[in-house]
């Protein structure tokens, strides 16, 4: 076995740190605050980080091919010009749904930018149930609606040869697969490939490695753990010192590391004591696994 190292690299104390993507052209990591408005990137070079505030809770943030970035901020699709922090809006979704977000989003391989929204919630996962839908945005800023009912839309992906579409709804505690057709962006045919155990609490955000498993955030279960999606079966848990692990994504040089993303809200003043790191960024070396590159959104 690879010695397996994490670190705290950030303490950057995010109320809900969400969304970790990798700029290979800036060897930086994004990601956002949701509760906080914050769209971050650590340069993990300089070991600094540039924020830009938005108007709303900002749940997921993209790279863009024509440049800048993509973030899905309140329930708007929005481009975001990082130069001089001007964000326009592509598209919206939910306008009859009040009280609902966006919550992870990912660009698939086609450059189509995934998000799917939930209510807010009045408590980490404590919210109206069934409000979600699953959306995306085509390079021509047309949004599709995939489904509803969902209670908090989270961590997807895409298999190695773009054929599934790997979706969790959080309050479900699985992880799902469906058929993916990557010309059309159609999806098919849902079913589980792996039901979390009680230990591992709730499945958030999620990435996929060279090898097709997955890496599965599990919230407040304090570790990331890779499945085997073909067979179902649980490969391996990586425990971090933090409870509310959110999302994970590989990156550095040649992919070779993990970053995670956590919360603090929620936690109390005695965990927070325990925990001082929670709402920082974790780097996880060691793995003896590479991860792929994330996909630019198209339009
Ligand atoms: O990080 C996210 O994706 C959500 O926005 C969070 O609120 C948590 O996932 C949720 O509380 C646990 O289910
Ligand atoms: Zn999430």
């Known amino acids: 076995m690879s010695s397996i190292k994490i670190e705290c690299v950030l303490p950057q104390k995010c109320g809900c740190g969400e969304s970790p993507v990798w700029e290979e052209a800036s060897n930086s990591l994004l990601f956002v605050d949701i509760p906080a408005k914050k769209i971050c990137q650590w340069n993990s070079l300089s070991k600094q980080v540039q924020q830009v505030t938005v108007d709303a809770p900002v749940s997921s943030v993209a790279l863009r091919q024509s440049g800048g970035y993509v973030a899905t901020i309140g329930t708007k699709f929005c481009a975001l010009n990082w130069e001089n922090q001007s964000v326009v809006v592509l598209a919206e979704v939910d306008k ?19 998000a799917g929204t939930m209510a807010e919630e009045v408590a980490p996962a404590v919210l109206e149930r069934h409000q979600g839908s699953l959306y995306s945005l085509s390079p021509d800023h047309h949004v599709k609606k995939y489904f509803d009912q969902v209670d908090i839309s989270n961590g997807l992906d895409w298999s190695l040869d773009h054929k599934i579409f790997y979706y969790i709804d959080s309050l479900s505690y699985s992880v799902d697969a469906f058929d993916y057709d990557l010309q059309t962006g159609q999806i098919s045919n849902r079913r589980s490939v792996y039901k979390l155990e009680k230990e591992e609490q709730i499945p958030d955000g999620m990435c996929i490695d060279v090898e097709g498993r997955l890496w599965v955030a599990c919230y407040n279960g304090g570790r990331v753990i890779r499945l085997d999606p073909e067979t179902g079966k649980r490969l391996q848990t990586v425990k ?36 001082p790191e929670a709402g920082g960024i974790f780097k996880i070396t060691g793995l003896g696994v590479k991860g792929i590159a994330s996909y630019p959104y198209a339009g």
Do not use: I, W
Request: aromatic share 10%; charged share 35%.
């Open 240 to 275: 971090l010192p933090v409870d509310k692990t959110t999302s994970c994504c590989f990156g550095g040089k040649d992919y070779s590391e993990m970053y995670v993303t956590c919360a603090r809200d929620g936690m109390d003043p005695d965990s927070l004591l325990r925990q």
């Open 96 to 114: 009859d749904k009040k009280n609902n977000r966006f919550n992870d989003g990912k660009v698939d391989p086609a450059g189509r930018y995934f």
